[in-house]
């Protein structure tokens, strides 16, 4: 499935093709040409509730969603029109986390879970199958079956990764290397700590856990492209990077990952999980900076090895 689209480009403009896939893991919005090794994913931003989950959840349909990265993949939708491929996870991070191992499994949440040894995202309820939402919300009254976990990472956890390998191996074949920019969003109190006094507080988090996953060059150029936004940027605290950075980021390979986390009060509203009356416009600004990443290591642009 393919639909088309007028994008602006010095002198005039071009005719772009977006190329659609979707399955029950994810959705796929390709360029009909790639111009850039950027792969731009959005594995929180799933909004497809199962009616089982919701009846069985001791949560209403509103803090359930309250750890969605809701509407980030929208945000992120031009990626295509600049020649990089965004991939968003359809299902909620409630139901199944995508940036955590397949192995990080609660045995408070999950029958038939031998402990394993200490994880502090399972032991905070936080595993691949999650125990609490935002402000440790319990989600279930008693436990899952392991057989309803196994089903869950075999549908959605797994499709989704080997699908997101594919397009970074295509990076590296057609451009010798490649940069994922995975796409997140922050509760605004997340960042509250975070100000100095008499300094404003940061709007972006960029991670590369601490230089691991992500050279210097690739997250100087990802800082510039939201400071030139107007946006101010701060690197790896409070968030580094989780699973997704970890597993992917291998800059001596010349494969980059950096996690990028937007304040979800610049375009929503967080109570009510509502865009703001101005969304299109700070839509039209994330726009800007998808196209200076994806242009800045397009074709014939590519990094030194870190």
Known sequence: ???????????????????????????????ARRD?????????????????????????????RSSEDAFVDELFAGAPGVGAPLIAARVPRAYLDLNRACDELD????????????????????????????????????????????????LHWHPYHDALRRLLDEAHLEFGQAVLV???????????????PGHPRPEV?????????????????????????????????PFAGAYITQSYGRPSRRQHAVQIEIDRALYMDEVRIEKRPDFAAFQRLIAGVVSEIAGAFGSGQALAAE
């Open 1 to 31: 499935m393919f639909k088309g689209f007028w994008r602006k480009k010095k002198p005039g403009y071009i005719f772009c093709m977006t190329f659609r896939t979707v399955t029950e893991a994810y959705c796929l919005l390709r360029p």
């Open 107 to 154: 045995p408070a949440v999950i029958e038939g879970i031998v402990r394993n040894p200490h994880n502090p995202r399972v032991t905070s309820g936080l595993g691949v199958i999650p125990r609490v939402v935002a402000q440790g919300r319990a989600i279930y009254r008693g436990k899952i079956p392991l057989a309803e976990a196994e089903t869950r990472l075999r």
């Open 205 to 237: 988090v960029l991670g590369d856990r601490f230089g691991a996953s992500a050279g210097r060059e690739v997250m100087e150029v990802i800082e510039a492209a939201f400071r030139r936004a107007g946006l101010r940027v701060v690197r790896n605290a």
């Open 36 to 64: 850039s090794p950027v792969v731009f994913s959005s594995p929180h931003s799933g909004r497809d509730y199962p009616r089982a989950f919701l009846a069985a959840t001791a949560l209403d349909t509103r803090l359930i």
């Open 182 to 196: 995975d796409c997140h969003s922050m509760p605004h109190e997340a960042i509250e700590p975070q100000g100095r």
